[in-house]
């Protein structure tokens, strides 16, 4: 790894709370080079069109994240020293869909991250994967009413649409078919 | 024809028409100006960042070439896609090549606080159709600023190269910039009558904001070049080649029903 050094900028793991009582979901990731920058960024990169209302960024070097498999070849993660105080646990439940992602289901008091990742391991021993970081870790968007009138309302009233929505010369296909002036489907052997 | 367009005169359509269509040239330029990085911008999440910018701009051009239609009736398609260069009512600041990333990011930076003051200034329009229009694209605007006044900062207090290029960028846009301050023909009466933004109070706010950002935050130098004061109508040689790239598609199948 040392001969290929990684010269982006830190990457930021972006936590995105769609509604007020939903969990924060692990959406992805962005490269920054600061917290505001990582918070900016992923107001731009992961809330253009679906509703949210609260971000978080955690930079990747304060999360420790593991799998039961990983456990069962690493125990020593669970030793991971760090310092003590409130952990955010996170748990990764299915990859039934396309998108799963991981939930942060609540704090722990934990003596340092290995710590952490233990208690997740016991208290959601059926996961796919836990993830635990310090709560002095996330960088928070503000909750005052400002930054969520900018930050994500406009969001709420861009629902996906049709690319032919954005059709900006002539007509819509679907006005064009309504009239009659789209070629229909090939006859089926059925149908002829 | 609305309540609210009936209670205008003719001369006060017609300077507002004015008002609104470069409102929405210089979004349509900017824009394409923004999108011309797609691709090309320094990380795959500036990429996208200013992409979406970009969008939003192009948004606030529709809302504001919707205006319009409502006023004359025009159709906002044929006025971007159709227009020559010598039609056009932008100003020469958004058309100016897009240069380096310290001179997108403070070009965007001082139009995009000059636009989320307006439209501020703009939802307290005695013309409610504009009102209703401003308060909802302001909210877009002031996240805008905030994104591109953190790129000033960077930039500014990053390393040598990035301080030089950046203040290269604020001495060759800040005279520019003064000509988003002028009035068009016919404005100081709908200022008067409390339809527009005072530009004169706008421009006193921009300049207050934008100093305190870049010379107390960002320790860059306000240049001494005195203001740009070419009409809207002039242009420099670089609008006439972005149109046309911009209105290519649109114009060599002007009649497409579909695409």
Redesign the interface.
């Given at each position: 790894m040392d001969s290929h050094p990684d010269t982006q900028w830190p990457r930021w793991e972006v936590f995105k709370q769609d509604a007020p009582g939903r969990p924060h979901q692990a959406v992805g990731s962005v490269h920054a080079g600061d917290p505001q920058h990582a918070l900016l960024t992923a107001r731009n990169v992961f809330v253009r069109r679906p509703a949210a209302v609260s971000l978080w960024c955690v930079r990747e070097s304060d999360l420790l994240t593991a799998t039961p498999e990983e456990l069962t070849t690493r125990p020593a993660v669970l030793d991971t020293a760090g310092e003590a105080g409130t952990y955010h646990l996170g748990v990764k439940r299915t990859h039934k869909r396309s998108m799963t992602f991981v939930d942060l289901v609540g704090t722990v008091q934990a003596a340092g991250p290995g710590d952490a990742l233990r208690q997740a391991q016991a208290a959601h021993p059926d996961a796919l994967a836990w993830l635990v970081f310090p709560d002095r870790a996330a960088v928070r968007t503000d909750e005052d009413p400002g930054t969520v009138e900018s930050w994500f309302a406009p969001a709420k009233e861009k629902t996906y649409k049709q690319q032919q929505y954005y059709g900006v010369i002539g007509r819509h296909i679907g006005e064009l078919k309504r009239a009659g002036l789209m070629p229909g489907r090939a006859p089926t052997e059925e149908g002829a | 024809m609305t309540a609210a367009t009936e209670a205008l005169s003719t001369a006060q359509t017609q300077a507002l028409i004015r008002r609104l269509t470069a409102l929405a040239d210089d979004e349509i330029i900017l824009a394409h100006r923004g999108g011309e990085w797609t691709g090309h911008a320094p990380?795959?999440?500036?990429d996208?960042?200013l992409a979406?910018?970009a969008q939003?701009e192009l948004g606030h051009a529709t809302l504001y070439l919707g205006l319009r239609t409502d006023l004359d009736g025009s159709d906002p398609?044929r006025l971007a896609?159709f227009r020559g260069a010598d039609e056009y009512t932008n100003t020469r600041f958004v058309e100016l090549p897009r240069g380096d990333w310290a001179f997108t990011m403070l070009r965007q930076f001082l139009y995009d606080t000059f636009e989320a003051l307006w439209l501020e200034a703009a939802t307290r329009s005695s013309y409610a159709p504009l009102a209703a229009v401003a308060a909802?694209a302001v909210?877009?605007e002031?996240?805008h600023v905030?994104?591109t006044a953190?790129w000033a900062e960077?930039l500014a207090l990053g390393t040598e190269e990035s301080r030089r290029r950046t203040q290269t960028a604020l001495n060759e846009l800040w005279p520019h910039a003064a000509q988003l301050f002028q009035l068009v023909e016919g404005e100081a009466e709908l200022v008067e009558a409390g339809l527009l933004p005072d530009l004169g109070a706008v421009h006193a706010r921009w300049h207050d904001l934008v100093t305190r950002h870049l010379t107390g935050k960002c320790g860059l130098t306000l240049p001494q070049a005195g203001a740009e004061s070419a009409p809207r109508t002039v242009h420099t040689e670089h609008l006439a080649p972005l149109l046309a790239e911009m209105q290519r598609v649109?114009r060599e199948?002007?009649?497409?029903?579909?695409?």
């Open positions: - | 990380i795959l999440e500036e996208i960042a979406n910018i939003d398609d896609f909802k909210r877009e002031k996240f905030q994104h953190l960077r649109a199948h002007p009649n497409a029903e579909v695409w």
